[in-house]
């Protein structure tokens, strides 16, 4: 069981605007840490999509947006497209357990 | 562009020693201020995040993995490695060699290595 907990799985239309929230708490992101979101699509190895809550790194287009607030983070993808059909993972880092941990992963379906 | 491979044994006997190096290309592995971390995923499920090495040599481990795994860097040959002693068939998964960037993000993955333990 994860300590950042996602709901497991999502779906949207084409066009749609979707949220995943990131569930922590007192020893992760309510702690100060900083939340991460990687996209994965399945056999492919993750790709970085926000860096510090809310950062996009170059080569990410501007639909994806990140937020963070308490000891809950979330990431929005507006504008839905097929291509974003794939496994989302939150990562922090947990003071209690003093290691880098990952929510279980959302799976997101385009309809 | 930075690039990073995993390689290394696709197959391990249960009880053995799970070894796998990270080549890095297109950079050098001791320029800037980064972590290099190893990353695993058990089929179906999610990531685990295994130890981290710093180019100075400095590591920080997963602390349930800690008594079992070894965490190694070549500045000289662009390259860090990971050995994992003992493994059993909990330690099946695709491993991932991943740079850590200065918000402690993964930004830069290799492609992933399946390792399978079994008889």
């Known amino acids: 069981q994860s300590v950042l907990t996602q709901p497991p799985s999502m779906s949207g239309t084409p066009g749609q605007r979707v949220s995943i929230t990131c569930s922590g708490s007192r020893s992760n992101l309510g702690a100060g840490y900083d939340v991460h979101w990687y996209k994965q699509i399945p056999g492919k190895a993750p790709k970085l999509l926000i860096h510090?809550?809310?950062n996009r790194p170059s080569g990410v287009p501007d639909r994806f947006s990140g937020s963070k607030s308490g000891t809950s983070a979330s990431l929005a993808i507006t504008g839905l497209q097929a291509e974003d059909e794939a496994d989302y993972y939150c990562q922090s880092y947990d003071m209690y357990l003093s290691r880098w941990v990952f929510g279980g992963g959302t799976k997101l379906t385009v309809l | 562009q930075l690039q990073l491979q995993e390689s290394g044994s696709g197959l391990v006997k249960p009880s053995q020693t799970l070894s796998l190096t990270c080549a890095v290309s297109g950079g050098s592995i001791s320029s800037g201020d980064y972590s290099w971390s190893w990353i695993r995923q058990p089929p179906g499920k999610g990531l685990e995040w295994i130890a981290y090495i710093y180019q100075t040599g400095s590591s920080y481990y997963n602390p349930p993995l800690k008594s079992r795994v070894t965490i190694s860097i070549d500045n000289s040959r662009n390259h860090f490695s990971l050995n994992l002693t003992s493994v059993t068939a909990a330690d099946t998964a695709v491993y991932y060699c991943a740079r850590g960037n200065y918000m402690n993000a993964f930004d830069i993955w290799g492609q992933g290595t399946m390792v399978t333990v079994s008889s």
């Open positions: 510090g809550n809310s």
